[in-house]
């Protein structure tokens, strides 16, 4: 990168970037002590925030690409200097070269699969759908109150998929007016956009956009916080209107308004993990555990890091696309904490929390008993 190598060039790419708040550290190192990957492997937010502020940033460090934007050190850093925002300026500098690192490289073709066929996994656009053509689930219309949009990983992932099919019976038996966009819908963009490709973020939102005013939607539920998320915070850069519900908040709005009725016990021990785009950047805690508690049997447990701590599961901010080595995951680490607290079932309200956590039950030992658990496999269960 000869190009890269006078540093005043670099400054001025992270500020035009965004990344001016980086000036604004005093190096206290809070972020360093707060961040996941310390647990696991040394990883210096505050160095990388450091030589940010002097343009001595190495656009080729594996580092740039770390952080999963789990929201910890920001909500705690005493000068906001915004780390996640700082971070994704770094990485569509590197994103505009070209300059991926082994780990990252997965991107490339993410960022194909999503241009061509509007979801990560390179899946034909047109079977969007097809998760929901054995459960007669109306296409969203006029008359429609309800899109459930459903999201790339419960729409194309086996496991997922399970969990798309339990949220469409609860919102069946408590008589919602819903439907689904099936092909018409593209991913979020939530994720791309944290990997610095600012341009196929605003490419999905904008499609995605045209398509709910084209068909008259209004009110917006999904199952994954990184649709939340970015439809409630991101979305409205573009000005919409839409009201956005997680199924957590709309689970609990059925089950105080006695439209959802628990029939079945579940007599198991339950813990709990905050998702970070649930808790963290939406403040989503209570619904999830209040929904948890009213169903009988199910014993709530609270996990060693709950709530405003909760312990990443590794997926966000694009990671759930990159290579991240065994003995890194924190998915590992959850599942075990999961495991000492004697849980029975480790419930989330992710897809991804969900995609990791299966992937560790697969090497981390004593987890053969252990059940992993979407909210709505749950309260499907126990109707
Ligand atoms: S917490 Fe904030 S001020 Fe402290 S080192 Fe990290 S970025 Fe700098
Ligand atoms: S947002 Fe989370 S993963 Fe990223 S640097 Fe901060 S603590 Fe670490």
Redesign the pocket.
Known sequence: MENLSDYKEIADMIKASGGEAFKKCFQCGL?DI????NKVRP?S?RK?VREAAFGFTDIESEDLW?????????THCPRDVR??ES?IALRKIAAEYDILPTSAAPIRGINGSLTGEGNPFNEDRKKRGDWAKELSIKKFDEETEILYFTGCYYSYDPRLKKAAAATAKILKKAGANFGILGEKENCCGESIRKTGNEQLFKKLAKENIKTFIDNGVKKILVSSPHCYHTFKNEYSEFMTTFEVIHITEYLSELFNSKKLKITKDYNKKVAYHDP?YLGRHNGIYNQPREILKQIPGLELLELEETKENSL?CGG??GRIWMETQKGERFSDIRLQQAIDAEAEVLVTACPYCVANFEDSKLTVKGSENIKIKEISEIIAETL
């Open positions: 972020c707060l961040c996941p990957w990883f937010m990388t770390l952080c999963t934007t789990c929201g910890k050190c920001p780390q996640i971070g970070c990443c966000g901010g």
